[in-house]
């Protein structure tokens, strides 16, 4: 069986659910092909895990200073380059594409008659699901940015939909967890804005991550570049974690039981989209601004957090895909919210027991 599998480079939460996912491709007689598109080449970090991957330009969104800018978007994203890679990539080799928002792929194997399953948390926006900051814009781009045949949208809560529980790419580790050791990742925020923010409330340590950093060390600041290894031990370890709201950093911190405080990129329907959910759900503090006063009231309260112990998704559905079980997606889906345990009670959250207002 030969796959295709195109990812969205931008964020590194579509990443980390390819690694968790290539982890049980691995176990498998399966040929995989990777394709990224949304970043330079030379922007990416820590891939082994996917061989000889291809890269292309793609189409991504311009954010700067904690927003996105649809001006810059439309002037730094070229159609006929971009068309151009959907013609010229060869898709006749595979009998399937896999695709978490990556349009390149998508598109080919749409116009080229090619089966396409879309995983990935935007196909969960097909469905009637907590939705904030849409518009016509935001809407279409959902929709038809990366189409494909079959959709399996991912989210923290079935909400009575045909979606699934999160894929995960953390361990379930042992690591004992530093009191006031916040983990910070806000990439797309102005950082010295934010360093000024945090850095008075000197009884925290704060674990910064950010494509421009170097590793450094200043006073409570500790300031780290991009690394999967690093961030992940800084995960386990740390008792709280700020970052914006994209899908995948939150479920692990979910996961894992980490207090969370998420800030939304604004004019990001799906980031709106998410902080709503969290509150509702009562899984984490969100704020519209970077804000002193929240982040501190944040930091210091007691509020114990509920952790979701998710199931490993991305080994359920390796095994779906291999085996070609196309047909049975909703009994999958079905079994995999019923290994879902809540807090330390560890109670079922299957479409009995969970209702779509909360946990």
Known sequence: MKILYGVQGTGNGHLSRA???????????VEISYLFSGRPKDKYFDMEAFGDFQVCKGMTFHTENGQVSYPKTLLKNNLFS????????????????????EPVSAWAGKLKGKTVINIG????????????????????????FAPGHIQIGLHWHHFDQSIMPPILHVENNSTDTVDNKILVYLPFENQTDLVNRIAGFAAFD??????????????????RPLSVDGFKQDLYSCSGVICNSGFELPSECIHLGKKLLVKPVKNQMEQSSNALALRILGLGETMDELDSDTIGAWLHSNKQN??????????ALVKWITKREFHTLDELKHELWEQVAVDSSLESCNAVSCSSSGL
């Open 306 to 315: 509920k952790r979701i112990r998710y199931p490993d998704v991305s080994e």
């Open 206 to 223: 704060f674990y910064l991550y950010s494509p421009d950093n170097i590793f450094e060390d200043k006073d409570n600041l500790h300031f």
């Open 19 to 29: 690694r968790a996912m290539a982890k049980h491709f691995a176990k498998h007689d």
């Open 82 to 101: 971009f068309f151009n890679d959907v013609s010229s990539l060869d898709v006749a080799p595979f009998d399937l594409i896999l695709n978490d928002f």
């Open 121 to 144: 948390h935007q196909p969960a926006f097909h469905h009637d699901i907590p939705k904030q900051g849409g518009n016509i814009i935001a809407n279409t781009v959902m929709r038809i």
